[in-house]
Structure formats: C-alpha cells, structure tokens
C-alpha cells in the first residue's frame, strides 16, 4: 500500500523533473520547497538527442534513500520515441519483447544514471524508488529493470517504481518476468480514468500485445483512505473535490497532464492514511 504523502512525495518529484537543473539547485520553486523537507535536488542526467531525462534526489533524514524521477515528453523527439512501437526482443534483462523506441531511450538514458547509482550503491542501503509521469513512466519502468539486471536479478535493488499515466512496455513475457524480476508488488501504475490519452491508447495497446507490468490503480475509483486513526478525512470516502480528479504530475489540463494538483493539496492528510 503506498502512503498518502508517500505518493505526494513522488508526484512533487515527478513535477520536478520537468524542471531544469540550475532551478532545481537554487531551490526556489514552490514545488522544491514543499519537497526539500523530504527530498533534495542531487542531479539530472539527459539525452538530448533523445530529450529523455531523470532526476535524482536524496532523502534529508535518509540519506541513503533516493528516488529517481523520470521526465515526461517535451519534445517532438519523444514522440518519435512513442510511436516507435515495434515489439522487438528486451534487451534490458528478463523474457519477452519490449517497445522498441522506449528501450532505445531507456537504454540510453540509463548509461548516464547508472555510474550515479553505482557511487549510490556502494554507500548506501537505503531504498531506491523510480517514478516517472507519462514517457517518464516508460523509462522509468524500463531503467528500474536494467538496474536490477545490473545487480543480477538480486530481489530488493529497486524499491518501488510508481508511474502515472504511464504506458505498457513489453508483452505479457516481459511483465510476468519483470514482476518475477523486481517482486508482484513492487511496481504500481497509476491512472485516472478519465484521461483522454489513455483512452485512446489503450485499444491500440491491446491489438499490439502490450501489457502493463506490476499493478493498475485508478485513482478516481480507490478507496479514500484507510486510516488507523482520526485525522478528520472520513475512512472510504474521498472529498468531493477529489472525486474526478486527475493524478497526474503537471497542471496544465484536467486529466493527462494535470495529475496530482489535486492530491498535493491533500499533503496535510494523516501520515498514517493509505491509498488501498
């Protein structure tokens, strides 16, 4: 089950990541300030030819912990990314075939973050989390699945990766054998079922023969909150202010994009709450 302000976490860092590094450095965006108790800006590693990037940052009262916050698209090079959707043989550890444009990013992508979590890997033990919004969510699934090839297969070397509004990656091989790779319950994919882009790519997705790895939660029909103590929300029951809201990491539409405006305003609910 993931924390109400755990995911807050994520969905502020997934925003982040759409933000340039000498911004993220100063620390002067509403959203770094929310997040800078929690998380802390380290450094950002980008393609350019490819306009794929992700953001490492570390825990403040754990510094071994860090997540990864992987950047949604930007640039019409991603699309030439997404719509590159042969199912061609993974080339980044397990069975199966894998989209063949978000393998070739991740593959990339992942060159740049793997000596940064390898400095990681040698001094720390703390959890490492990868989150992506969109695009963000392909590389992110895609490089949490190279890293823990890159540990040979050891259960536990990603913590968690939590996508919204992310996109199917490879075929029901390569999923059985990511979640056999990472744990059944390590990878959470989140949507909102009123997400006009989903909608449209979902029938396309299942005539090719994609299928999500790790679990799907529509944020629209989860329950509330399940609380093991008062904190003012009723138990099951979302704010009616919440109801048709969208979870995804950026503002600027209701639903693909908008993500967890909604949910970031709720960072005051009870740390004990959890999303079920």
Sequence with gaps: MLAIDTLVRYSLATSLAYVSPDRLAAG????????????????QCTVDELS???TVFAGVDRPDDCVVAFRGSTALRNYASMFN????????GGEGKVHAGYQEASLRLYERLAP?????????????????????GGTATMCARLHAAANQGALGAVSEVVTFAGPRVGDAAFASSFDAALGEQATTNLYHDLDPVLAQNQPLWDALGFVHAGRTAAWSKMPWLACSGPCGNPPHQKPARLRRAALW???ESPDHLEAEGS?????????RSRLV
């Design 116 to 136: 940064i979590l390898e400095r990681r890997s040698a001094a720390a033990a703390g959890r490492l989390v990868f989150v992506g919004h969109s695009y963000g």
């Design 52 to 54: 794929a990037s992700c």
């Design 249 to 251: 990491p950026r503002e």
């Design 85 to 92: 959707l042969r199912l061609v043989p993974s080339r980044i």
């Design 263 to 271: 949910l970031r305003r709720r960072s005051g609910a009870c740390p």
């Design 28 to 43: 002067q965006t509403e959203y770094a300030q929310r997040l800078s108790p929690q998380l802390l800006f380290s450094e």
